[in-house]
């Protein structure tokens, strides 16, 4: 019974039912002959063999009904069942007996629910939604003060001049003669020297950066002698001011002599990516265009503020106006270069440099205004605190006030830096949570050292020192030769004019270096970045490579 016992059944059958049907035949034959027999006595025999033939039929169906209902009525319980298999008949064990003999399963254990882990939101490199708003709405209700401002007081130029019995007529005509064609001169000269900056520095990047710094140097103390040597108190004053900053530059350029080498390899590296994209200089020149055109209206504004309540402080509303309007611009070029140049360096793609603007001056415009509002005053706190820092130790005071500051500059870096403007282009993040971000990425790859010593803000800034230099050299020298009580005058806003016009410029190599740190944070194994970056760490981790970080708050202040 334990066994299985294969049982040929079905060959038997048929040659028993052969056997039988032969049998039957031949007792049919001979009735047969015994009916002829009786028929010869009794007469004829043909229904009696239709019957026979029918009840033989009926007897074969009624043996196979027998052994079908045989099979149906098996007991599935016993060890050998008919199977047909192959046109034989072999008996298999049944679900039970199988059953018997096989180990019975455990019960399966009660599994844990698991909780589903939420995952990070995927960042988007086409967000719609605008940035800032607040500092956005806070820049267009300005701008349209700032409009109807200048609006106004170039309403009032022209009636002071059309009325001719106004005492202050005169001094407009004076302004007019002898101000606004040395300012206008002042603008088209910035915007030669802004692009001629920008082509020799993509040109001969290793050369321009020596040359920046000590051109510089020459040009504000050159200004600086030549306001001094007028021999009037307002030139004399400004002349000191260029004669200090000139020496001031001259200890930066020494201090950062060993950091040229690298500031010129990762110029030269992020550089690389501009020459596949043609149109990359036409945001430039769009912003430069609206620059000259509103300092053309400015100037006229601040000739129709001499013929108005308080000019003095008419006029300083107008410049800070005009140094807020023309850092958003820059930041408009420096969003435009750096979705570029960013979605190359992260995606492999070429965008369409036209539509990168129209984003940077909608989606993003928010926050290229909040940033031009806080990324120049954490740019001269960071030149403070480095300053601050080589005077601690000497004086208790000075001590105090150094850690102080550092501990100001250690939160605003953090929440606001100017290296927040590549996640904003590329991400449409706002500038706070984008600044967060870029420094979490440098702390993470360990780059604070790097970045924190990073030359090319600091180049950028004195390249328009130095074009605000060279416009003082011209426009004091002309100035003083046609009309010299206005010189002291004419010199500050030609250096304003010069200095604001060249940043608009240089905005593409800055955001060119921007991208290349931060997308190197962001992805170290990209093969389109070298080991440049990689090496410098090394170095720097090893103690073979000196750097002079922005100072950060010491360990034991921070508990």
Request: hydrophobic residues 45%; contains cysteine; charged residues 20%.
């Amino acid at each position: 019974m334990g066994a299985t016992e294969h049982v040929v059944v079905e060959g038997e059958n048929k040659e028993g039912r052969k056997e039988d049907g032969k049998e039957r035949v031949d007792e049919v034959v001979e009735q047969e002959k015994e009916g002829e027999k009786l028929d010869l006595e009794k007469g004829p025999v043909g229904a009696v063999v239709v019957e026979d033939s029918k009840g033989l039929e009926r007897f074969e169906d009624e043996r196979d009904h027998f052994h079908v209902s045989m099979l149906q009525r098996l007991n599935p319980t016993n060890p050998l069942r008919i199977v047909s298999n192959g046109g034989t008949r072999v008996a298999t064990p049944s679900p039970y007996q199988s059953s018997r003999f096989q180990p019975t399963p455990p019960p399966p254990r009660s599994q844990p629910r698991s909780t589903p882990t939420p995952q990070p939101s995927v960042t988007t490199l086409n967000s719609r939604r605008f940035t800032n708003k607040l500092a956005l709405l806070l820049y267009l209700v300005h701008k349209v003060a700032a409009i109807a401002l200048v609006c106004f007081l170039i309403f009032k130029g022209i009636q002071g001049l059309i009325d001719g019995s106004n005492p202050a007529k005169r001094k407009e005509e004076r302004v007019l003669k002898y101000l606004l064609p040395q300012v206008e001169a002042a603008s088209l000269l910035s915007i030669t020297l802004a692009f001629a900056w920008q082509k020799a520095l993509r040109e001969w990047p290793q050369i321009m950066v020596y040359f920046i710094l000590w051109c510089t140097f020459f040009m504000s103390l050159s200004a600086g002698i030549l306001l001094i040597c007028f021999q009037k108190p307002a030139t004399d004053g400004v002349g000191v001011c260029f004669i200090a900053f000139a020496i001031g530059n001259g200890l930066y350029a020494c201090w950062v002599s060993q950091r040229v080498g690298f500031c010129y390899k990762v110029l030269l590296k992020s550089l690389e990516p501009v020459d596949k994209f043609r149109d990359l200089n036409q945001p430039a020149y769009w912003m430069l265009g609206a620059g000259f055109l509103w300092m053309s209206l400015w100037i006229l504004a601040v000739v129709g503020a001499l013929n108005f309540y308080y000019p003095a402080l008419v006029i300083i509303a107008l410049l800070l106006s005009l140094c807020w309007t023309t850092e958003v611009m820059r930041n408009v070029v420096n969003l435009t270069v750096s979705r570029v140049i960013a979605l190359y360096y992260l995606r492999g793609m070429q965008s369409d440099t036209q539509f990168c603007f129209q984003r940077a001056l909608t989606q993003n415009l928010g926050s290229a205004c909040l940033g031009s509002l806080f990324v120049p005053a954490i740019e001269a706190m960071r030149i403070i605190a480095r300053g601050l820092n080589l005077l601690e130790g000497e004086d208790e005071f000075m001590f105090s006030c150094a850690h102080c500051c550092l501990n100001v500059m250690q939160s605003i870096f953090r929440y606001g830096n100017g290296w927040a403007y590549v996640q904003i282009a590329a991400y449409g993040k706002g500038f706070v949570r984008a600044s967060q971000d870029t420094w979490a990425l440098f702390e993470r790859e360990e780059m604070e050292p790097i970045v924190d010593s990073d030359m090319m803000s600091a180049i950028c800034f004195l390249t328009g020192v130095c074009s605000g230099s060279i416009c003082v050299i011209v426009v004091a020298a002309w100035t003083a030769k046609v009309h010299q009580p206005f010189t002291a005058t004419i010199s500050l806003l030609a250096f304003f004019i010069g200095y604001l016009m060249t940043r608009i410029a240089m905005a593409l190599p800055h955001a060119c270096v921007s991208c290349y740190y931060v997308c190197y944070a962001e992805n170290p194994e990209n093969r389109l970045f070298d080991k440049t970056i990689k090496e410098r760490l090394e170095l720097i981790k090893a103690g073979r490579d000196v750097v002079v970080p922005t100072p950060r708050v010491p360990r034991r202040f921070t508990r």
